[in-house]
């Protein structure tokens, strides 16, 4: 159903792997019905945590992106490489500011 009728399409708290796979099974069953894989608007909703070189994140029944700035621009890049064009996100330090802050000056400006 997915396949054929909506303008977008969201995969939540995935790994890339596993977006690019659910991705494919999409555009299979798009092409096998007739409709253009690249007419879907890709999106992504997810979780951030940022943390220290060495550190290791908690663990949560459900992939959070997680790591020092440079490995979460590296894991949203292959979001980006495989298509996503609009991303929501849950910075996991809420209702502190820290991580939306780190987010948009050492994340955001590398996207563009």
Same mark, same amino acid.
């Given at each position: 159903?997915?396949?054929?009728? *909506?303008?977008?399409? $969201?995969?939540?708290?995935?790994?890339?792997?596993?977006?690019?796979?659910?991705?494919?099974?999409?555009?299979?069953?798009?092409? @096998?019905?007739?409709?253009? =894989?690249?007419?879907?608007?890709?999106?992504?909703?997810?979780?951030?945590q940022f943390l220290d070189a060495h550190a290791e994140?908690?663990?949560?029944? %459900?992939?959070?992106?997680?790591?020092? =700035?440079?490995?979460?621009?590296?894991?949203? @890049?292959?979001?980006?490489?495989?298509?996503?064009?609009? %991303?929501?996100?849950?910075?996991?330090? %809420? *209702?502190?500011?820290?991580?939306?802050? $780190? %987010?948009?000056?050492?994340?955001? =400006?590398?996207?563009?």
């Amino acid at each position: 159903m997915v396949a054929k009728e *909506p303008y977008s399409w $969201t995969h939540d708290v995935g790994t890339a792997e596993e977006y690019g796979h659910k991705l494919q099974v999409l555009a299979d069953d798009g092409r @096998e019905l007739g409709r253009d =894989p690249h007419s879907i608007v890709h999106t992504y909703y997810g979780f951030v945590q940022f943390l220290d070189a060495h550190a290791e994140p908690e663990q949560r029944p %459900f992939h959070v992106i997680a790591g020092t =700035p440079d490995e979460v621009t590296r894991e949203l @890049e292959a979001l980006i490489k495989l298509g996503v064009k609009h %991303f929501q996100f849950r910075i996991l330090d %809420f *209702p502190k500011m820290d991580g939306l802050h $780190t %987010f948009i000056e050492r994340v955001l =400006p590398r996207l563009r």
